[in-house]
């Protein structure tokens, strides 16, 4: 019992966050997210692109989690991250979430978790001037993504 006293204490606050987020990334699945947005499981290549959006978008939550918990190690840690996520995903969804993380990063930074509603417009602008209303789309998807923040915040550790 002692050895396992002592793996644990050998294992960092920062590694224990790493695995945290890994374990909850691969463990969504977006069904509630891809229905707030009302798409459909027929619209194939749009449901492939807002998963790709999605997970780009909790990358960049978590990376803001990490800003707010971690101020100084943040931004290694998040590198940690994407360097292990490609590795583990090699393909093409998985480089563009990445990319996608980064760019959603640009939106998240300047308010931090104070405001979502830049991110929240730019995931409704995928509807262009369809029937949705987008106003009540924008408000919905800046509490979920509110919502999802704290989830991330919360199971940081």
Do not use: C
Not at 29 to 50: I, S, T, Y
Not at 140 to 155: E, G, V
Request: charged share 25%; net charge neutral.
């Amino acid at each position: 019992m002692p050895d396992a006293a002592k793996n644990f204490e050998a294992e960092s606050v920062e590694q224990l966050a790493l695995k945290n987020f890994a374990a909850l990334l691969a463990d969504m699945d977006f069904v509630a997210e891809l229905e707030l947005m009302g798409v459909g499981r027929m619209q194939f290549l749009f449901r492939r692109q807002m998963l790709v959006e999605w997970r780009g978008l909790y990358m960049a939550l978590w990376r803001l989690a990490l800003e707010k918990s971690f101020p100084r190690d943040a931004e290694a840690m998040f590198a940690v991250f994407v360097s292990g996520y490609r590795e583990s995903h090699p393909d093409k969804m998985s480089e563009t979430s990445l990319r996608r993380a980064g760019e959603y990063w640009v939106m998240l930074a300047p308010a931090g978790e104070a405001d979502f509603n830049p991110v929240a417009r730019h995931m409704a602008s995928f509807f262009g001037d369809s029937a949705h209303d987008l106003r009540s789309l924008n408000l919905k998807l800046a509490l979920h993504i509110r919502k999802t923040y704290k989830n991330i915040f919360d199971r940081l550790l």
